[in-house]
């Protein structure tokens, strides 16, 4: 079975999935070799988008394509990502990670956060698609332990994903997207430094960037998918960067794919 990567997208605005840019070629770019023989047989997602208390995992057969936001343009919620689901591994995967509690999860879907990538880095939606919720009542360190014991499902050929941002701070937007502030540079400079180094505490205790961490992350939804790709990498895993950039002053698109 082939040892399949974990990557953590840097997703932006929705209004990506409508749109050709370097944002969504920078997707593609990333997972351009897995076709053919090094094609997924599975992908989990942790999306920041599915936050909220409790472990739940999609277990439907046809997962709806949730249109989680407002004020966009009617092409964007016309857009629909028809992923099948996989009922029985969303079971084997509650199975194997016993005595964890996850639900099995019956009306959640596919939202913006996994499917305004996917349809560009995996534009057929042929590929049995699962999310993973982010249990909102635990910790940072909880839920890189949790990407460690995802980390086994690599080698059965499923491919792990995240998808957030690293800087995402809705409140400091600038639509003019001038020079970003400078602890949007800081916190942007730390996480990539961090990466490369593979220096995994620092990234789980990124409260201690002090007032570039509180820029960065005002809220953990965005950045915790980050610690359970990491959480899913292996030291041998080959990093790779892509959209290594802020956009709008205070989202940093940067993308990572390890193996």
Request: charged letters at 15%; aromatic letters at 12%.
């Amino acid at each position: 079975m082939q040892l399949q990567p974990a990557i953590f997208f840097g997703h932006g605005s929705p209004m990506n999935a409508i749109e050709q840019n370097q944002w969504t070629a920078g997707w593609q770019q990333l997972v351009a070799d897995l076709a053919g023989a090094h094609r997924p047989k599975a992908i989990l997602m942790i999306s920041a988008h599915w936050y909220g208390p409790g472990l739940k995992i999609t277990a439907q057969q046809s997962p709806k394509t949730i249109h989680d936001f407002g004020g966009f343009p009617p092409a964007l919620f016309a857009k629909q990502y028809p992923a099948p689901g996989d009922p029985a591994f969303a079971a084997a995967i509650i199975e194997q990670l016993k005595p964890l509690e996850i639900s099995a999860d019956h009306h959640w879907g596919f939202d913006h956060g996994s499917w305004s990538v996917l349809c560009h880095a995996f534009a057929d939606a042929d590929i049995p698609l699962l999310q993973l919720s982010i249990d909102s009542r635990q910790a940072a360190a909880w839920h890189f332990a949790l990407g460690r014991q995802l980390a086994f499902l690599r080698e059965q050929g499923v491919l792990i994903l995240g998808s957030g941002n690293i800087v995402h701070n809705l409140a400091r937007i600038d639509w003019h997207d001038g020079p970003p502030p400078l602890a949007a540079q800081q916190f942007a400079g730390f996480a990539r430094q961090a990466l490369l180094a593979r220096d995994w505490p620092a990234l789980i205790n990124y409260q201690t960037q002090g007032a570039a961490a509180r820029f960065a992350v005002p809220h953990p939804d965005h950045y915790l998918p980050l610690l359970y790709v990491i959480g899913a990498s292996l030291q041998s895993d080959e990093i790779t960067f892509s959209n290594d950039a802020l956009t709008y002053g205070s989202l940093d698109m940067l993308s990572v794919r390890f193996g």
